[in-house]
């Protein structure tokens, strides 16, 4: 389990890490007797405070780490945070992540799949929440955590999503390489779904990548299909908006050929 989100206490985190490192020397009992005892130090700490949100997390991991995965997402699911400021968002979703790697290595899929979910939407909570304030890295962040959740959980059609929100991120943080790279995935998994509102959007976005890159030709055939597919669609905001960024090509006197 060591991909599980981390945030524990410095002492019970070194223990653990030391524990990880004997476990090439020492023998399998005892290397189990050593994590028993940081279990039992948690423990103690739950029973005198078990209103404390972070004793549980921290029981929660080092059951993790021992191999005690029922009595790992018993501490998980113990915790209650209802806050909706970003930390509060931000310990919910490393809750689920980690709920969502325990449940996946029991081989429980329905588990896993309640907590992706939980966990993905958090992530888009934070991102859309970062971006309000202007906080373009922070947003760019969060989507990148939730790609990262989606490849492993989620459906072709979640990884498309979330890719094509990322390449809007990485436009922002001028991140223009990788923004082009998630944006032509989201293209290639929309196709495959012939998801034609999505593709549009995508489209869009590859163009006003394009145009930022002084590609206008590219930026034009690809704002061309967009508008294309918005017109079959019916999305007449968006025909709108399409229509005056090829408007902008044209009035700027840059040769275009369909």
Not at 125 to 140: H, M, Q, S, W
Not at 158 to 169: N, Q, R, T, Y
Not at 198 to 224: K, M, P, V
Request: proline share 0%; glycine share 4%.
């Amino acid at each position: 389990m060591s991909d599980l989100i981390d945030e524990v206490d410095e002492n019970v985190m070194e223990r653990i890490n030391l524990s990880m490192e004997k476990l090439i020397d020492w023998d399998t009992l005892t290397f189990l007797n050593y994590s028993m005892e940081i279990v039992d130090a948690c423990k103690k700490d739950v029973r005198s405070n078990p209103e404390n949100n972070f004793n549980w997390y921290q029981l929660g991991l080092v059951h993790s780490y021992a191999g005690q995965l029922d009595n790992a997402i018993i501490a998980f699911e113990k915790i209650s945070i209802n806050g909706e400021s970003d930390y509060s968002k931000n310990i919910q979703s490393k809750i689920y992540n980690n709920l969502c790697l325990l449940y996946k290595a029991k081989g429980d899929r329905v588990g896993a799949d309640v907590n992706y979910h939980k966990a993905l939407k958090v992530l888009f909570d934070l991102a859309a929440l970062c971006n309000c304030n202007g906080d373009v890295f922070d947003t760019e962040k969060y989507y990148f955590n939730a790609l990262k959740l989606s490849k492993e959980f989620g459906s072709n059609s979640e990884i498309a999503k979330v890719c094509s929100k990322l390449g809007v991120a990485c436009q922002l943080t001028r991140n223009i390489s990788k923004a082009e790279e998630y944006s032509l995935t989201a293209l290639i998994l929309y196709k495959e779904s012939n998801n034609l509102r999505d593709l549009a959007n995508t489209y869009c976005n590859l163009g006003c990548i394009r145009y930022i890159q002084n590609d206008y030709e590219l930026a034009f055939r690809y704002w061309s299909k967009s508008l294309k597919l918005f017109t079959e669609t019916n999305i007449v905001e968006m025909i709108n908006q399409v229509k005056d960024f090829i408007d902008t090509l044209s009035s700027s006197g840059v040769k275009l050929h369909n």
